[in-house]
Every structure is written in structure tokens, then in C-alpha cells.
């Protein structure tokens, strides 16, 4: 086994009808753009009923019909905000833990260490979060995945990877191993994805290939690290 494999996200996601949340982070291939993907898939009519919107540099998830939210409070969320040159991406509200903890003057893995996994069992998804350190002599990253302990939910676990951005490479973190009942949590290291220049091929190449019935939406940023300027996209499968 190559442990320094690289594959495109269409290969790492493709044919796999699951993986539920997924965050990806990294660097474009020309070293110019920090990279950040956000997507989110469901199997309910609850989860299915989202979409994401843009208000003020942030990025939300928010009821696609208000009249069919059942229970909003594992499924409505900031997934995208930015604290100084730190861009946070998560699968929750920890979004905001981890905004309110850098402005303590915490760190990244500091503030999670309040939270835990999603307290939704048999699943217990865990929780999963990036941050962008958006400094163009010296950009870095880091995600973190928070889950259970065992079958019953007993307690948590936390891993923290820490990363120095190299032109080219992502890494991809994701809630599940596939579809199943109850659904396998994500296992071992985030996963080395090849990042390219192109912000809609890099769009394309993740919603054409994640499972067309559960795929609800992805938001995907760019931000060009010398000026700060950021180009995003965001796909909703609801219109």
C-alpha cells in the first residue's frame, strides 16, 4: 500500500453511495489559492431539506422549505466562517466554538475539547472540522474528527492532524465510511486528494461524483493567498 497516494476526489468518491459530510483543505496547484470544499449529503427528507447560502463572507445551511423542518438543531448551522486570517469549516455549531475560541485566544484543538460526537445514536456521527491558517509565506492547516469510543456512545475520542500546505495536495475528511445501519464513522488518517488551479473542475469533479440521490449541496472557496481575495461556488441540489 502507497501511503503517499494521491487520488482525485471523483476516485475517492465515487460509486460509494455514503460518505456523508465531507470537508476538504489544501493547496491549489500552483501554490496561489488556499483550497476549501464543504459538502453535505442526507438520507432523510429532513437532512435532504437544506440548501446553502452566502451572507456576509459566511456560509450557512438553511431549510430549503422552513414548513418541513422537523428538528433543526443537528442539521441548521454556520459550516463557514472566518476569524483574521483562520478560515473554519465544520459539520455543526462547532463552527462557532471554534470562532469563539480563537477570539479567546485559544487553539483549534483547545476549543473542540468542549465538544463531542453528534448525539444522534445508534449513528453518533462524529464531528468533523477544519481551519485555514491563510498566510501566504507559511500556510497551513489543520482538521480534526471527533467520535465515539465504542457501539454504545460512551465517550469521545479526538484526533488532530496538522498540516503544512503543499502546492497540489488536499487532504478529505468525511463522517462515514459508506452507507450501512448504523453507519461506520470515518476510520484512520484524512485522505490525499489532488487540488487543481481550476475552481469549477475541482466543483465539478466532487458533485458529479458523489451519489446523485443523496448530494444535497457543496460549497467549494478559493481564496488567493497574496491579496486575500476569495472566489467561492455553491451547488444546491435544491433550486
Given amino acids: 500500500m502507497n501511503i503517499y497516494e494521491v487520488k482525485t476526489m471523483g476516485e475517492r468518491i465515487a460509486g460509494n453511495p455514503y460518505v456523508g459530510r465531507g470537508i476538504v483543505t ?22 435532504r ?5 452566502e451572507r456576509g463572507g459566511e456560509v ?8 418541513k423542518v422537523v428538528d433543526p438543531s443537528l442539521i441548521i448551522y454556520a459550516a463557514v466562517r472566518q476569524y483574521e486570517d483562520k478560515l473554519i469549516v ?12 480563537l477570539k479567546k485566544g485559544i487553539s483549534f484543538s483547545e476549543a473542540l475539547e468542549s465538544r463531542c460526537f453528534e448525539p444522534d445514536g445508534p449513528n453518533f456521527t462524529p464531528r468533523i472540522s477544519s481551519m485555514t491558517v491563510l498566510n501566504a509565506d507559511h500556510p497551513r492547516y489543520e482538521l480534526s474528527i471527533l467520535k465515539s469510543v465504542d457501539a454504545e456512545g460512551s465517550d469521545c475520542v479526538r484526533y488532530t492532524f496538522s498540516y503544512p500546505a503543499k502546492a497540489g495536495l488536499g487532504h478529505f475528511i468525511h463522517t462515514y465510511v459508506t452507507d450501512g445501519s448504523p453507519i461506520p464513522s470515518f476510520q484512520g488518517e484524512p485522505e490525499r486528494v489532488s487540488v487543481s488551479d481550476d475552481l469549477n473542475a475541482f ?9 446523485e440521490d443523496n448530494r444535497i449541496s457543496l460549497h467549494v472557496r ?18
Fill in 90 to 101: 465544520t459539520n455543526g455549531d462547532q463552527t462557532d466554538t471554534v470562532y469563539e475560541g
Fill in 26 to 47: 489544501g493547496l491549489s496547484a500552483s501554490g496561489k489559492y488556499a483550497v476549501s470544499a464543504y459538502f453535505i449529503m442526507g438520507r432523510s427528507a429532513n437532512s
Fill in 222 to 239: 478559493y481564496t488567493e493567498l497574496a491579496t486575500g481575495k476569495v472566489t467561492e461556488k455553491i451547488i444546491n441540489k435544491n433550486h
Fill in 203 to 211: 466543483a465539478a469533479d466532487i458533485w458529479d461524483n458523489l451519489n
Fill in 49 to 53: 431539506n437544506r440548501v446553502f447560502v
Fill in 60 to 67: 450557512f445551511t438553511e431549510p430549503f422549505d422552513a414548513s
